[in-house]
């Protein structure tokens, strides 16, 4: 199994930053897909972003050019650097992983995922 514990959510003003981290247990991280999802009340869960196995990273439009997914493998971490917040960004944050290393997939929905952090709370005040 693998263990996902999210960190660096908080109260932000809108124009900020924040980063986002996930620590993951597993001792093959490298080869893990990892992907950032979120889930603002009353909303369906979104992706977010993800960088996947290949190292090939992908984002929703409504993050583009604001956020940046990496990762550190000798840390078993990923991260989510998030600038330019906005209100609209004010959601509960999860990490997933997908340790199967599939080609052909395009990790955005949330059905690739098989294991998820509990998830840490980001608010953008306006």
């Known amino acids: 199994q693998v263990q996902l514990v999210e960190s660096g959510g908080g109260l932000v003003q809108a124009g900020g930053s924040l980063r986002l981290s996930c620590a993951a247990s597993g001792r093959t991280f490298s080869s893990y897909t990892m992907g950032w999802f979120r889930q603002a009340p009353g909303k369906e869960r979104e992706f977010v972003a993800v960088i996947k196995w290949t190292g090939g990273v992908t984002y929703s439009d409504s993050v583009k050019g604001r956020f940046t997914i990496s990762r550190d493998n000798a840390k078993n971490t990923v991260y989510l650097q998030m600038n330019s917040l906005k209100p609209e960004d004010t959601a509960l944050y999860y990490c997933?992983?997908?340790?199967?290393?599939?080609?052909?997939?395009?990790?955005?929905?949330?059905?690739?995922?098989?294991?998820w952090g509990q998830g840490t709370q980001v608010t953008v005040s306006s």
């Open positions: 997933a992983a997908n340790p199967r290393r599939r080609v052909g997939v395009d990790y955005t929905g949330d059905y690739e995922y098989d294991y």
